[in-house]
């Protein structure tokens, strides 16, 4: 295949010169345990193929979009004594997204979709200071919650860390890399501390302790079909979300 203009990794300079993109997208992942079935880069793998995905669809549409290369790592740190975790502060993130957007802004694009595959990432206090810094704008889209409905309609039960949403994604995007007999129940063992169950109330699970083989969420139910149908849903919404963002002017809301 020639080098498609929309994927970083592979367009070159007079693609880009001659068709210069509108928008960029930024896969943002994590390198961490996913039970014993998946891969340390299962966050990352999801966000690079749901932003390809998407983006192809958008271009088939008009659209203008760069897929820049994935960052892989993310906030980690209740993670730490987990075998090769790399975990990113909140500092660092905000450096880099800076640094990202005032770069693109330099080029003129001024318009940053960020992909996130990874529930630890909290990018709102970021987005607001850098997108009040810089004058672009920047969104967050979580693929994990960009399809609620398709959620519903295809999982019995998605789990929020490798279960049966994660498994059955990766069961169709690389299913080489997924050892279904490795896997574990992804069981939580509750706080024992009164009060920290109730709805509003939160703090940072110690994860290898409430989540004894690094799982949330039971992927025995995962199927590829279930994978392939979600990732379909999830690129069509997102790349509608690439389409509005290629196409916007200075002064649609919000991107003023």
Known sequence: MPPRRF???E???RQLL???PSVA??????TEAHNYHLPHGTDVIEASCLAEGAARLAVDRGAKPIVLPAIPFGNNEQQLDQVATISFTTATAGAILSDVVRSLKTQEIDRLLILNGHGGNEFKPLVRDVQNQSGSLVVVANFFQIRPDALDEIFDDPGDHAGELETSLLLHLCPDLVEMDRAGDGSRVPFTVAGLGQPGVWTPRPWSQSHPDTGCGNPSAATA???RRYFEASCEALAEVIVGLSAAQRGDLPYV
């Open 11 to 13: 367009a070159n300079y």
């Open 18 to 20: 001659d068709d210069p």
């Open 25 to 30: 997208i930024l896969p943002w992942g994590a």
């Open 225 to 227: 079909d279930k994978g």
């Open 7 to 9: 994927m970083l990794l």
